[in-house]
């Protein structure tokens, strides 16, 4: 026979309940959650001092983003934000709300926008502007970029890689303003047909030993004079066994030589360990040659000139010359009549 299971509380009266019993509505007491109405941050845009480029705040955070020009997709998986907007109806006496969605840029995933958080003064683009990217990738970067020039702009990715090429097509698809073009950097020539017009900014990616002459090459077939670039520098794949501000130093010297004069360098750290950003003007070498021939002719012209007055100068010296002379002359006839006398 099993034994009786006796209970510890052999009267089995109820026990006292030890401590205040505490009400469901009372949750104040308690604190927690409860305790306080939770409020979302408010978020709200502003324009970024570059062209084209916001900045959203959601209470203490901020980071950049660009109007999504394909509203409701995403490219590499960002965040997307709508927010309601008032917009002016064309009466311009009512308004009604309207909501624009916007991409967070990842700088850790883009240089370009590594540059920008690190204080890049200038890009070259602005909304409308056409644009040659080179080692446009899967399109992390040049989705921004196709944000930011907007439906009037274009922007042509050229990517060598056939696997990163589709997926580049496949986002073209969506955005009319970019022209995938799947090629080899090295060789401007094989897709020049498909870029009929000089553009405004080249921005180069690519992570080769001579990617400073990558962008100069192409620089001298669609950059317009006094367009800008901006510059990628990856130190490692030029030469891993220099210091990083010796081979960017190094780069730009190579840019020089193809017309490309650097305005500012930034490095990316703490996004990217050995990376630095060029951005600058280029000069064509055409026509820097008819500026210098203006002026030698300027200074030919100047030089003949002078010659020319030269000249004259010494006809009236010699016409002086000949005058004294005959006067002399006839000073010493008039000595010599006076001396027979």
């Not at 959650?33 to 062209?51: A, D, Q, V």
């Not at 926008?113 to 204080?119: H, L, R």
């Not at 203006?294 to 016409?319: A, C, I, R, S």
Request: hydrophobic content about 30%; glycine content about 8%; charged content about 35%.
């Amino acid at each position: 026979m099993g034994k009786d299971f006796k209970s510890s509380n052999p009267n089995n009266k109820q026990r006292p309940n030890r401590g205040v019993q505490k009400s469901r509505n009372n949750r104040g007491n308690r604190g927690g959650i409860g305790s306080k109405k939770y409020t979302k941050p408010k978020t709200t845009i502003t324009n970024h001092r570059l062209e084209g480029i916001f900045i959203l705040k959601t209470g203490k955070e901020e980071s950049l983003v660009t109007l999504n020009l394909n509203p409701g997709e995403s490219v590499y998986g960002e965040k997307r934000v709508s927010i309601e907007e008032q917009v002016s109806l064309p009466d311009g006496t009512n308004t009604q709300p309207k909501k624009i969605e916007y991409r967070i840029w990842n700088i850790f995933r883009s240089k370009l926008g590594a540059a920008i958080i690190n204080g890049i003064e200038n890009i070259y683009m602005k909304p409308g502007s056409k644009v040659l990217y080179l080692g446009a990738a899967n399109g992390t970067t040049i989705s921004h970029v196709s944000d930011l020039i907007g439906e009037d702009g274009i922007v042509y990715g050229v990517e060598i890689s056939k696997r990163s090429g589709r997926d580049l097509i496949n986002m073209a698809k969506k955005r009319p303003n970019l022209v995938p073009i799947i090629d080899d950097a090295r060789k401007p020539y094989n897709y020049r047909f498909l870029i009929p017009t000089l553009v405004d900014c080249i921005f180069a990616d690519v992570a080769q030993p001579d990617q400073a002459r990558i962008i100069g090459i192409n620089a001298e077939h669609f950059l317009k004079d006094k367009g800008g670039f901006v510059f990628s520098i990856k130190a490692n794949c030029v030469d891993s066994t220099l210091e990083p501000e010796v081979v960017f130093s190094n780069q730009i010297k190579v840019l020089k030589t193809f017309g490309l004069y650097a305005k500012e360098q930034v490095t990316l750290e703490p996004y990217e360990r050995g990376h630095a950003v060029v951005s600058g003007i280029y000069k064509r070498k055409n026509v820097i040659k008819k500026y210098d021939e203006k002026d030698e002719n300027e200074d030919n012209n100047e030089n003949d000139e002078n010659d020319e007055n030269g000249d004259k100068e010494d006809k009236k010296d010699k016409k002086v010359e000949k005058v004294k002379e005959k006067k002399s002359k006839k000073s010493k006839k008039k000595n010599e009549e006076d001396d027979d006398e």
